[in-house]
């Protein structure tokens, strides 16, 4: 939906808010309140969760900022406004719940995050929510985070709320969280041999634009990508936690992946070349088909293993666990293909006819023989 300022008396703007199933609301509201009171005051009448406001020209304007400094013309100016979605993560034992209003409801083992009422009355406003395994973490909209469930899983912030400010946005490990901050330096805690511990590297964690996570036995680590494409990793260093020795070619990436439980990463390079590193036997090492990844458009990835899709002929190229999809079968042609995507162990990729062919654990997808007269004609899988 839309809202269109305009001016009413000397101190005040008129918005028109309206939804696109046609409801609307008139509110007046003084030119130095704030954009986030203004997203407030719609969202109670509309009834509707509103995450943020954004200009024409894509700027999503700060909450903290007064209506006055956002330079609203006069007439005709339109504000887009982001429905917040609801959300629900889970811990082992517990769940979360981000209501389209901004709150939060918790049940199940009160350790494990179950029981939210330390911080409830905090949990106002909250955008995102992500979990570890035993603790959960809210993003609120003036960027600031509220943790609970078990401390040494992350369930603990309190030390670090001086730091836990202008955040963007949250990634979590199996123990441990990491947040981007607006000026894209990055804030860390929980267990460090999950990437709880990022100090080492703080003068390298700058102009961070996004994070990935590969969890493994024991252990977890993060990788982020910076603007500069460059990349920076932590946590446990044989799960792909040091990629220091990879320096000179983690350059000019503009995508990482990683596997879901493998501890291994995958980088893409601007020029389609791709660098790997983590646990060898679940994609962290690529050497048997490095010569064939080139030209890469998509990478996908399962718990324990990678497929590429080649943008020149359209062909894959699969590497690691084999249960998981890491190696292709001999009688699988694989050509043409325009899409990949991935289940917890399989793969399952389109061609360019609109046929689909899948390779991987039976159980989780790799399988489909028994459908293939219907897969035809197919645009996309998820």
Request: charge should be negative.
């Amino acid at each position: 939906f839309d809202v269109h300022p305009g001016l009413h008396r000397a101190m005040s703007i008129s918005v028109h808010v309206a939804l696109l199933s046609g409801r609307s609301i008139d509110l007046t509201i003084s030119q130095e309140s704030t954009v986030d009171e203004l997203r407030l005051q719609a969202q109670l009448s509309l009834k509707v969760g509103l995450e943020r406001l954004v200009t024409e020209s894509g700027v999503i304007l700060d909450g903290r900022a007064p209506l006055s400094s956002c330079r609203l013309p006069s007439s005709g100016a339109t504000l887009t406004a982001h429905v917040r979605q609801a959300q629900l993560q889970s811990s082992a034992l517990a769940f979360a719940l981000l209501r389209s209003d901004g709150t939060v409801a918790t049940w199940g083992n009160a350790i494990d995050g179950g029981d939210s009422s330390s911080v409830q009355d905090e949990l106002k406003d909250v955008n995102q929510l992500q979990s570890s395994l035993h603790a959960f973490a809210a993003l609120r909209s003036d960027g600031s985070v509220i943790t609970w469930g078990r401390i040494g899983d992350g369930g603990n912030s309190q030390a670090l709320q001086n730091q836990l400010r202008d955040v963007k946005y949250i990634q979590a490990s199996s123990r441990a969280f990491a947040a981007i901050k607006a000026d894209g330096s990055v804030v860390t805690w929980g267990d460090e041999m999950y990437g709880g511990n990022c100090r080492a590297l703080k003068d390298q964690l700058k102009d961070v634009q996004g994070i990935q996570v590969s969890r493994w036995s024991f252990g977890a680590a993060f990788a982020a990508l910076r603007r500069d494409g460059k990349v920076v990793s932590w946590g446990l260093p044989h799960a792909g936690g040091d990629s220091s020795g990879l320096k000179a070619q983690l350059t000019n990436v503009k995508e990482i992946q990683a596997t879901k439980f493998g501890g291994s990463f995958v980088a893409l390079r601007l020029d389609g070349s791709v660098v790997t590193w983590g646990i060898p036997r679940s994609g962290g090492d690529s050497a048997d088909v490095q010569d064939q990844l080139h030209d890469i458009t998509e990478i996908q990835s399962t718990e324990n293993a990678f497929a590429a899709r080649r943008g020149t002929d359209g062909a894959v190229i699969a590497w690691g666990g084999e249960r998981d999809g890491g190696v292709l079968p001999t009688d699988l042609e694989l050509r043409d293909v325009v899409r990949i995507q991935a289940t917890s162990k399989a793969f399952a990729a389109i061609r360019s006819d609109g046929t689909v062919a899948s390779w991987g654990d039976q159980d989780a997808g790799g399988e489909s023989g028994y459908v293939q007269e219907q897969l035809i004609n197919v645009q996309y899988i998820q």
